[in-house]
């Protein structure tokens, strides 16, 4: 306060209401730390919500809930010393001094509104809920190489497309959270358009790579990212479809092998391009994913000779890789999979719980671990949530875990 008002220390003020004092409390105070300070400062942060959401603050990296919290003491503002204004400056000044005394400074200070409180910043999950519903409205297939997206209304497809702009705008999220939100949907840029890949043509996509692989004797576990977007873009495939294939299918790594795959970057032509590693329980998941959208609920033994069948001759499907994809569960003698995935679950705590409990009213933790061990809230551990959302009984110290709703 010395410095904002240049004053020395010592040095004696008179506090007055200004002129153009206000009791409607026109300024908020908002409370930051220092690196939200300084990104404040430099870029500017974003407040977003539509008008029936709460707002969020958005720095670049993290999403903020804003919690006014009132003061048992009312807050009064005045403005820095240059823009300061003098409620009277034709104060007397005192006739009798001392001698040998100095003249005192004296500075009137002009209070120009109050604040009963300040807003407080609260790390919180962002919300994505709708992201996937934006983004799905019009899937990319492979009739529309030719469409002009500019000419939206001159084709037949049905569903809006969105620009990052227009899902920024919309999504409470960070620039951060909402990239790794796309990613994880498998959404890519396509004409300056945000969405995702029609399933039967990523799926397409996929069979071409392997095949192309082999063919071109390219290892599995070292593909470089230059050479398959130009090798695929020759045979009609964009290069931002192809990444979205090598993001899902696959784990990016250094061109010595070291997994980078928490790094984000795109292709380039030189020796330092990425390297991607063909991850073989995705891809056996992919085509455990076909089977399933021809028919939800397998006997356990059909389903394992049919993906065994379908899914390519070198790699081994194994049950485990449907953990968080399918349930197993018996019925008399039988023992059956029923399609259950985890994406398309809530991405909300309170909601996820909620829908796991309406799918089952007891859950054995190997069962409900791979539901909810996607789940990242800010000031949550998973036990936390754990022992908010969930009763946990244990008849013996040896006996399996049985979890039900709180």
């Not at 977003?48 to 670049?60: F, H, I, Y």
């Not at 300040?118 to 409205?137: D, G, R, T, Y």
């Not at 999220?173 to 840029?189: C, F």
């Not at 008849?395 to 399996?400: I, V």
Request: hydrophobic letters at 35%; a negative charge; charged letters at 30%.
């Amino acid at each position: 306060m010395i410095s904002a008002l240049n004053l020395d220390r010592g040095q004696q003020v008179s506090v007055k209401y200004a002129e153009n004092f206000t009791s409607e409390e026109p300024y908020k105070l908002l409370e930051v730390d220092e690196a939200i300070l300084q990104e404040l400062l430099e870029n500017g942060l974003t407040i977003k919500g539509a008008r029936e959401d709460e707002a969020v603050l958005c720095t670049s990296e993290a999403t903020y809930a804003m919690k006014f919290v009132s003061t048992s003491n009312t807050v009064l503002l005045v403005p820095p010393s240059k823009a300061a204004k003098r409620v009277d400056d034709d104060v007397a000044k005192c006739d009798f001094m001392e001698e040998g005394e100095e003249e005192s400074k004296e500075t009137d200070v002009g209070v120009v509104a109050t604040a009963s409180g300040h807003i407080e910043l609260v790390e919180v999950a962002p919300n994505m809920e709708k992201l996937k519903a934006l983004v799905s409205e019009r899937p990319f297939r492979d009739d529309e190489m030719s469409v002009d997206y500019e000419d939206d209304e001159g084709n037949e497809y049905i569903g809006r497309l969105y620009t990052w702009d227009e899902l920024s705008a919309s999504i409470q999220a960070s620039d951060r959270q909402l990239k790794e939100e796309l990613k994880k949907l498998g959404a890519a840029e396509i004409g300056k358009y945000w969405r995702t890949i029609d399933p039967g043509y990523m799926h397409n996509l996929l069979e071409i790579l392997l095949s192309t692989a082999i063919q071109d004797d390219w290892s599995f576990k070292a593909l470089r990212e230059s050479v398959v977007l130009r090798r695929l873009e020759a045979d009609g495939f964009p290069p931002q479809v192809v990444l979205s294939c090598l993001e899902t299918f696959g784990i990016r790594v250094h061109p010595s092998g070291e997994d980078s795959s928490t790094s984000h970057g795109t292709a380039s032509v030189g020796e330092d391009t990425p390297v991607w590693a063909l991850d073989e329980g995705r891809i056996c998941g992919q085509y455990a994913k076909v089977l399933f959208s021809a028919k939800p609920k397998w006997r356990m033994d059909d389903f394992m000779e049919e993906w065994r069948v379908i899914t390519p001759s070198w790699m081994t499907p194994h049950i485990d890789m449907l953990r968080g994809e399918a349930l197993v569960e018996k019925v008399g003698m039988d023992t059956w999979l029923d399609e259950f995935s985890s994406s398309l679950l809530p991405t909300r705590p309170d909601a996820r719980f909620s829908a796991l409990f309406r799918r089952r009213s007891k859950w054995e933790w190997e069962d409900l671990e791979p539901y909810f061990r996607d789940l990242k809230i800010p000031g949550q551990s998973l036990e936390a949530m754990l022992l908010k959302y969930t009763r946990k009984s244990q008849p013996t110290p040896t006996s399996t875990p049985v979890y039900t709703a709180r």
